[in-house]
């Protein structure tokens, strides 16, 4: 059975590898050709109180699609409950490639394998989505929308629409904005309505750290979320050398 209080708990599914996306939403960019990126995330929720910690693997293929994979864990949820949620796996494709006026567009198939917990498990999923992007300025904007179909006939289909913002304030650095609105597994109305602020660092060419809250307005379930993330792309880009003639 899914935890008692169900309509407070977010199933995870598949998330953007940083940087390629903000938190939720996905980014049409992705990694470059036979290049990997791994990240580790943390979640602190608060009311209801719990950790969720969760590994993400991603592969450019080409320089226009990328796999990826997310593996959950929770952590105390209700006090005394621990373990895995699915594992979510995914194909993005950028399709269209951005210009002056028309933003950039792609779609992600996924699927969560049932690995999870029975109290965090949706007995596998399928699911598909929408990606758009567009830079004006120093910011750069993104739309997803998905359909996700659960493998336990009880759950409802969930549908999701994410809308996120970049704005680089430094050649290192961007401040995030997400906000997230979602009728998930368990209701037939939208139960998440959740705005989200952060702040990413590339600590070098290859490695960034991602720091961020979210605030649930809608049924204030949980009250906010802290948020955490490192990730690395490898293998690292060689800079030229650049020669000096006198």
Known sequence: LLPG??????????????????????????????????????????????????LQIAYGVTDRVELNLTVPYVQDWEDHLDGLEDSSIGLKHRIIDETKTMPAIGYLLTASLPTGRDS???????????????????????????????GKSELEDEYSLNLGAELSIAHNAKILAELSGKKDYFKNKINLLEWRLGYRVAVNDNVYTTVGAGFDFKD?????????????????????IQRVIE
């Open 5 to 54: 209080n169900v309509h407070a708990f977010n199933i995870k599914g598949l998330h953007p590898l940083p940087p390629y996306g903000v938190f939720s939403t996905f980014s049409t960019e992705s990694l470059k050709q036979n290049k990997a990126g791994f990240a580790f995330n943390i979640e602190k929720s608060s009311d209801p109180d719990f950790y969720r910690y969760f």
């Open 120 to 150: 965090f498990s949706t007995n596998g999923m399928l699911g598909i989505g929408l990606l758009v992007s567009k830079k004006v300025g120093p910011f750069k904007g993104h739309a997803n929308f998905f359909y996700l179909s659960p």
């Open 220 to 240: 204030r379930s949980p009250d906010y979320r802290l948020m955490f993330s490192i990730s690395v792309i490898l293998p690292k880009e060689v800079q030229p």
